[in-house]
T-cell receptor, first 115, second 110 residues
């Protein structure tokens, strides 16, 4: 089954404790992206990657890091999480290098709480 | 920076009613996508529109793209409880970014 998987689905952590949210897709998509979703603010893009070893900032990249060492994986790293990073996070992927006309497939989401 | 405005923000209706939600942009859309997000899940693409004036139908859902490509509407006929969800519009933009509106939260009551 074609899908985007994220782990963990739920995470409660404390300020400053490094964490990684994994994202994996099995559709051989070139394009992957991370979003956060907050009430009243909608979905905002954090980082995206057009292919292996190619990443770029989205609208809200501060406090986050990403890497794209393999085509299928795109982990999101919070080196020193803070309470304002409490949010619902989505990973998405898309085929071909121009997702403008392509469907973005979203993972099920990771609900992160930083105390 | 492009701004996408969706209205209404919330909509609660009875099963069988018709409804329309709107998406307006401060600038011309590169292309426009409509997604539906059900509780506890990620958004799922409903449709992509590209050409000004384009109309697409998906069963009881009708999507319209404005002639000037700065606005779009989603009309649902005879809404059902299964239509409940957050409806998001998004612009393909440039540099492989999607810009989302804040969404319309639709509740269809049995």
């Amino acid at each position: 089954e074609a899908q985007v998987t994220q782990n963990p689905r739920y995470l409660i952590t404390v300020t400053g404790k490094k964490l990684t949210v994994t994202c994996s897709q099995n559709m051989n998509h070139e394009y992957m992206s991370w979003y956060r979703q907050d009430p009243g603010l909608g979905l905002r893009q954090i980082y995206y990657s057009m292919n292996v070893e190619v990443t770029d900032k989205g609208d809200v990249p501060e406090g986050y890091k990403v890497s794209r060492k393999e085509k299928r994986n795109f982990p999101l790293i919070l080196e020193s999480p803070s309470p304002n990073q409490t949010s619902l996070y989505f990973c998405a992927s898309s085929g071909r290098l121009a997702p403008v006309l392509n469907e973005q497939f979203f993972g099920p989401g990771t609900r992160l709480t930083v105390l | 920076t492009q701004l996408l405005e969706q209205s209404p923000q919330f909509l609660s209706i009875q099963e069988g009613e018709n409804l329309t939600v709107y998406c307006n942009s401060s600038s011309v859309f590169s292309s426009l996508q409509w997604y539906r997000q059900e509780p506890g899940e990620g958004p799922v693409l409903l449709v992509t529109v590209v050409t000004g004036g384009e109309v697409k139908k998906l069963k009881r859902l009708t999507f319209q793209f404005g002639d000037a490509r700065k606005d779009s509407s989603l009309h649902i006929t005879a809404a059902q409880p299964g239509d409940t969800g957050l409806y998001l519009c998004a612009d393909g933009g440039s540099n492989y970014k999607l810009t989302f509106g804040k969404g319309t939260l639709l509740t269809v009551n049995p």
